[in-house]
């Protein structure tokens, strides 16, 4: 099965930061490479499909890059609603993998 | 709109077994793929594994950690998919949703299982 590695595990920045996630596969997962944002007691939220996609309604500020083997999310420049925890999703594989996750925390 | 209701969880002994449903709407539920995922209480989310539709005959794929433990099935006539959970460890303690396809926007609001003696 595939392994995906997200760093950082935390990452504490400020509001007007431009923070970077990445997620690493075990091996080739082209581009099928997918973010979400989950916050305390609520379902995740689709941010970006096919690595580079927003999903419909997600603000700009957000974007994802990377083909192959390494991704990421960026956020260009934080907002309060932002700090949340971070998810990247591999489904190339018959068997899915989601990384371990990044918490936003606030500086 | 997709609606995505699971239920079925409670609390059962290690080495239990149970069996959680998901009724599904607002989407054509026999052409979709059907998904479980999980979530431990301050832990990550967790893809368990899928079945897909009839034209692709059902298969099933598991994450490792169920596989030979775990079996999705569902009955297109109910709009509804199943996880067969059996020999459940503590470790499986979770808040499982289930999805049309990954990834997606639409979740619902999981259902709870607690395994402990």
């Known amino acids: 099965d595939i392994q995906m590695t997200q760093s950082p595990s935390t990452l504490s920045a400020s509001v007007g930061d431009r923070v970077t996630i990445t997620c690493r596969a075990s091996?080739?997962?082209?581009?099928?490479l997918a973010w979400y944002q989950q916050k305390p007691g609520k379902a995740p939220k689709l941010l970006i499909y096919?690595?580079?996609n927003l999903e419909s309604g997600v603000p700009s500020r957000f974007s994802g890059s990377g083909s192959g083997t390494d991704f990421t999310l960026t956020i260009s420049s934080l907002q309060p609603d932002d700090f949340a925890t971070y998810y990247c999703l591999q489904h190339s594989d018959i068997v899915y993998t989601f990384g371990q996750g990044t918490k936003l925390e606030i500086k | 709109e997709v609606q995505l209701v699971e239920s079925g969880g409670g609390l059962v002994q290690p080495g239990g077994s149970l069996k959680l449903s998901c009724a599904a709407s607002?989407?054509?539920?026999?052409?979709?793929?059907m998904h479980w995922v999980r979530q431990a209480s301050g832990k990550g989310l967790e893809w368990v594994g899928r079945i897909r539709s009839k034209a692709s005959n059902y298969a099933t794929t598991y994450s490792a950690s169920v596989r030979g433990r775990f079996t999705i099935s569902r009955d297109d006539s109910k709009n509804t998919t199943y996880l067969h959970m059996n020999s459940l460890k503590t470790d499986d303690t979770a808040l499982y949703y289930c999805?049309?396809?990954?990834?997606?926007?639409?979740w619902g609001r999981g259902t709870l299982v607690t395994v402990s003696s």
């Open positions: 091996q080739s997962i082209r581009n099928w």
């Open positions: 607002g989407f054509t539920f026999s052409g979709s793929s």
């Open positions: 096919k690595a580079s």
């Open positions: 999805t049309q396809r990954q990834p997606t926007p639409d």
